[in-house]
């Protein structure tokens, strides 16, 4: 595992510092954790996100119109 130096305004160090303690982690762990939702790698592995598509694919009946439901949204959009 690499380590890094990074700069981190004091002010913005405390708040690292007392989230962490308040989630029970370190601050690396905190600030990797954040980096992996900053990038988009989240902590839900690839399968577990295909399975909850399948799942939730399988409550639907019928074909889906995506145009239709953009033109719905768009209207929606435009009345409020």
């Given at each position: 595992?690499?380590k890094v130096?990074?700069?981190i305004?004091d ?13 029970g982690?370190?601050?690396?762990g905190?600030?990797q954790?954040a980096?992996?939702?900053?990038i ?8 577990a996100i295909l399975a909850r598509l399948?799942e ?6 019928g ?7 953009v ?10």
């Amino acid at each position: 595992m690499a380590k890094v130096m990074i700069s981190i305004p004091d002010d913005l160090l405390v708040e690292l510092d007392f989230e962490a303690r308040r989630q029970g982690t370190s601050r690396s762990g905190l600030l990797q954790r954040a980096a992996r939702r900053e990038i988009g790698l989240g902590t839900t592995d690839r399968d577990a996100i295909l399975a909850r598509l399948k799942e939730i694919a399988s409550h639907w009946e019928g074909s889906v119109d995506s145009a239709e439901l953009v033109r719905r949204e768009r209207l929606r959009d435009e009345t409020k």
